[in-house]
């Protein structure tokens, strides 16, 4: 319960509020008309695209990107997910796994591009695997890996002496329906399927 003061300054916030115009907005409802789960709805206004329904709620906001809902259905079908997620509250999540697969993807590049084990060396000595051979010790190393040796941003910048990458980050998996809801609903309104 709100005590007195701070319920007065709530009142005080919105005294003067008042409709200034009606904004522009446009809905669909979408769903398979087969089956009753996973429909949602997509609302615009200029500027600002809401997604709710049996897949969550999802904002995402992009003043410059959705003038209309036709640039809105635009900018959706050309956004990957992670662009997408970014406009809007949902939080990335470091992830470990993909830190690693990453780190090892960029030792082999260095070694086979430009033949610099400097990677594989520091992973050999990080996980105290013995230094002699690192190329037919790789498979040995990334065994080793996978045990905690990359929990934090902070521990890749330290390892990898790279300001400008900390690490793979993931979503939650509803995230990715979210986008998969919207992919359906701009691929539907761009066919004319919805106007």
């Known amino acids: 319960m709100i005590n007195e ?10 005294r003067n509020h008042s409709l ?17 789960e996973y429909w949602f709805m ?11 329904g ?32 970014q406009k809007s509250d949902k939080k990335r999540v470091f992830n470990e796994e993909e830190t690693i697969k990453q780190i090892i993807y960029m030792a082999d590049e260095h070694l086979n591009e430009y033949g ?23 498979e040995e190393i990334i065994e080793t890996l996978p045990c905690g040796y990359f929990e934090s941003p902070r521990d890749v910048y330290e390892f990898m002496d790279d300001a400008d990458w ?10 990715y329906y979210q986008y998969e809801a919207l992919q359906v609903w701009a691929n539907a309104v761009s066919k004319g399927l919805a106007k």
């Open 20 to 36: 200034v115009m009606n904004a522009e907005s446009k809905s669909w409802h979408v769903k398979n008309p087969k089956r009753s």
């Open 166 to 175: 900390t690490g793979s980050y993931t979503y939650e998996i509803g995230t």
């Open 54 to 85: 049996d897949v969550g709620e999802l904002t995402l906001t992009h003043y410059h990107a959705m003038p209309t809902w036709q640039e809105a259905v635009k900018w959706v079908s050309g956004a990957d997910h992670g662009y997408l997620m």
């Open 116 to 138: 610099d084990d400097s990677i594989w060396k520091k992973l050999a000595e990080l996980t105290n695997f013995p230094a002699s051979n690192h190329q037919d010790d790789r």
């Open 5 to 14: 003061h701070d319920q007065k300054m709530v009142t005080d916030a919105f």
């Open 42 to 52: 997509v609302t615009w206004c200029p500027g600002s695209l809401t997604l709710s």
